[in-house]
T-cell receptor
Framework: AQKITQTQPGMFVQEKEAVTLDCTYDTSDQSYGLFWYKQPSSGEMIFLIYQGSYDEQNATEGRYSLNFQKARKSANLVISASQLGDSAMYFCAMREGIHMRFGAGTRLTVKP | EAGVTQFPSHSVIEKGQTVTLRCDPISGHDNLYWYRRVMGKEIKFLLHFVKESKQDESGMPNNRFLAERTGGTYSTLKVQPAELEDSGVYFC????????????FGSGTRLTVV
């Protein structure tokens, strides 16, 4: 079975600095998709970014970028110029069939 | 376009009681999924509907959990009788096909069993 590992239960970052949230995965599939979601205190799960296993370039969406290292099976999320509103739980996920497998999450706190 | 709506947002019940969670997917989305996050652990898949049919219910923890999707629209997840370990956040998501950008989550229902 696939497995998603997020080794950082909590992270702190100073406002306006960049932060990297780690995610490693384990799969024997050749074709797969990786996702990052943000869960603010209000509870909703917000889609941030997607990386396909065959995508040659790292995905970027505004201040979010995904550092995809296929050989290492890692898909780290980089948030540039952190804002106070970035404080939230962040989940890495992989599509498993038609549903998702998630990591345990990382709680990011942005300090003013 | 309205998003995925879940009701209630919070529920506190006593052990042994019954609770029913509801999810209204995005209109036109045939795929509906239930997930849950038990405190401090990862979000886990429970089951998947395609229209009114259960496509995959491999994640349902036991027979105290019953999910339905009558008419292929909204879905309910009933827990009867609730146990302490059922506490957590229950998420619903919907999608139309396999488009990763079309996989939309609701805000979740926080269930506390005391």
């Amino acid at each position: 079975a696939q497995k998603i590992t997020q080794t950082q239960p909590g992270m702190f970052v100073q406002e306006k600095e960049a932060v990297t949230l780690d995610c490693t995965y384990d799969t024997s599939d050749q074709s797969y998709g990786l996702f990052w979601y943000k869960q603010p205190s209000s509870g909703e799960m917000i889609f941030l970014i997607y990386q396909g296993s065959y995508d040659e370039q790292n995905a970027t969406e505004g201040r979010y970028s995904l550092n995809f290292q296929k050989a290492r099976k890692s898909a780290n999320l980089v948030i540039s110029a952190s804002q106070l509103g970035d404080s939230a739980m962040y989940f890495c996920a992989m599509r498993e069939g038609i549903h998702m497998r998630f990591g345990a999450g990382t709680r990011l706190t942005v300090k003013p | 376009e309205a998003g995925v709506t879940q009701f209630p947002s919070h529920s506190v019940i006593e052990k042994g009681q019954t609770v029913t969670l509801r999810c209204d997917p995005i209109s036109g989305h045939d795929n509906l999924y239930w997930y849950r996050r038990v405190m401090g652990k990862e979000i886990k898949f429970l089951l998947h509907f395609v229209k009114e049919s259960k496509q995959d219910e491999s994640g349902m923890p036991n027979n105290r959990f019953l999910a339905e999707r009558t008419g292929g629209t909204y879905s309910t997840l009933k827990v009867q009788p609730a146990e302490l370990e059922d506490s957590g956040v229950y998420f619903c998501a919907s999608s139309q096909g396999r488009n990763p950008y079309g996989y939309t989550f609701g805000s979740g229902t926080r269930l506390t069993v005391v």
